[in-house]
């Protein structure tokens, strides 16, 4: 069982990483975790462990460092998210209360300002949990999380204009329509589309800024 120090460090280090206070590609030094965190050296090696796992660092010989982000490593995950999601659309028409389902359009209803980028990112991840968790599996549901980990920092560098977060909150809702009607083929469809044109947006714009994120100290790479 986890401990409330651990709980504490990998939830610290964790915000660190996405939201840029680490960079991506920068060392990391246990001992200076130590002291910038104020916490031993087992809470912070576990933590570092747990991170590994989700994809948001890495080791670097005797020593680790936060994952730089990988295109090869976009593609592939949104490839897998397609997959995941379809199967996950799928379920949720099946299986899914009407109520279960209407409880999705609440953030989408919301005339929140789609200027502001945490707020459209949270509620875009939202939609995609809550929907995996109609699925009624929780192995799909845990999968579609672990993606969503993985995309978060090329999500937020890539979140684009107010007009594209505008754009992905119109896609959920038509995603949210198909679904009410049950009309899985549909939702499928429209599921599919919207994760394409999610991967060409992030790897677009990752490969278009490449340069311009490396000279901000950001580790861009293609393995």
Same mark, same amino acid.
């Given at each position: 069982m986890e401990?409330?120090? *651990? #709980?504490?460090?990998?939830?610290?280090?964790?915000?660190?990483?996405? &939201?840029?206070?680490?960079?991506?590609?920068? @060392?990391?030094?246990?001992?200076?975790?130590?002291?910038?965190?104020?916490?031993?050296?087992?809470p912070i090696r576990a933590a570092l462990i747990k991170l590994e796992a989700e994809g948001l660092t890495g080791? *670097? #010989?005797?020593?680790?460092?936060?994952?730089?982000?990988?295109?090869? &490593?976009?593609?592939a995950v949104?490839?897998? @998210?397609?997959?995941?999601?379809?199967?996950v659309t799928r379920l949720a028409v099946e299986r899914a209360t009407e109520a279960e389902l209407r409880s999705l359009a609440e953030p989408l209803?919301?005339?929140?300002?789609?200027?502001?980028?945490?707020?459209?990112?949270?509620?875009?991840s939202d939609f995609h949990r809550s929907l995996a968790q109609l699925s009624g599996n929780p192995f799909l549901r845990d999968a579609v999380?672990?993606?969503?980990?993985?995309?978060?920092?090329?999500?937020?560098?890539a979140v684009g204009s107010a007009a594209s977060r505008a754009r992905v909150r119109h896609d959920h809702r038509e995603i949210l329509d198909a679904l009410l009607e049950r009309d899985a083929d549909r939702a499928c469809a429209l599921v599919s589309a919207h994760t394409r044109a999610t991967q060409e947006r992030l790897v677009g714009y990752l490969t278009e800024e490449r340069a311009r994120l490396r000279g901000r100290g950001l580790a861009i790479v293609e393995s």
């Open positions: 401990s409330n120090a *651990e #709980g504490a460090v990998y939830g610290a280090l964790r915000r660190s990483i996405l &939201e840029f206070d680490a960079m991506p590609g920068e @060392r990391l030094s246990e001992r200076g975790l130590e002291r910038m965190l104020g916490a031993s050296r087992t080791r *670097e #010989g005797r020593g680790w460092r936060v994952a730089p982000i990988d295109l090869t &490593e976009v593609r949104m490839e897998y @998210r397609e997959t995941l999601e379809i199967g209803d919301t005339q929140y300002d789609v200027d502001d980028q945490a707020i459209s990112l949270r509620d875009g999380a672990s993606t969503l980990t993985r995309l978060a920092r090329p999500r937020w560098l």
